[in-house]
């Protein structure tokens, strides 16, 4: 399936490109980081603006997250109860913990950093009730952070997407690690400065 959409993307781009992380914050197995690394090595070689592709990729998604927030909405407590059965409930588990405790923190990072969180978090935010204008602001800016991440790497790495698969790994690596640590250097930190 992989191969089909990358073949499609000369052809249907920004559509294309925007359909994929519409349906991919919908939790729909699409390849939308890879479609995302082939459309800015698209951007480097000028096949296709770059402004135009990172405008397309963040609208498909801002548009899926709000979609996932309105049927969360709608579909209140029933609809999370009958998701969090089978196979989603570890997810649905997690999703939950996160708004509960970080809220708008919780939609910036399972944009980008916790992705495959992203759309159960979109469904949750939404039945819990959470405001609909942070919860946009907060997406916006992780889903600026994703297409962004992925659509840059695509450029840098001028369309292999190999080589910018493993740049973007190690970098995600290095954040996702690092975070932990900074944030118990700076817990010592006031612990130390407290006993002074």
Not at 27 to 36: D, K, N, Q
């Amino acid at each position: 399936m992989t191969d089909w959409l990358l073949s499609l993307v000369p052809t249907y781009g920004l559509w294309l490109l925007a359909a994929c992380t519409f349906a991919s914050c919908l939790a729909l197995p699409i390849p939308a980081s890879v479609l995302m690394l082939a459309a800015g090595g698209f951007a480097a070689s000028g096949d296709l603006g770059l402004a135009p592709v990172i405008a397309a990729a963040l609208g498909g998604a801002v548009a899926g997250d709000q979609t996932g927030f309105w049927l969360g909405r709608k579909g209140g407590a029933p609809l999370v109860t009958r998701l969090e059965r089978g196979a989603r409930a570890g997810l649905m588990g997690r999703a939950r913990g996160l708004i509960a405790t970080r809220g708008g923190l919780a939609v910036f990072l399972s944009r980008w950093l916790f992705s495959p969180l992203g759309p159960y978090v979109n469904l949750i935010g939404g039945a819990m009730g959470q405001g609909w204008l942070g919860f946009t602001l907060w997406g916006v800016a992780g889903e600026a952070v994703w297409c962004g991440l992925y659509i840059l790497a695509g450029r840098a790495a001028g369309g292999n997407l190999t080589a910018a698969s493993d740049m973007l790994g190690s970098a995600l690596g290095l954040v996702a690690t690092g975070t932990p640590v900074l944030g118990l250097g700076w817990w010592l930190l006031r612990l130390a400065r407290r006993g002074e």
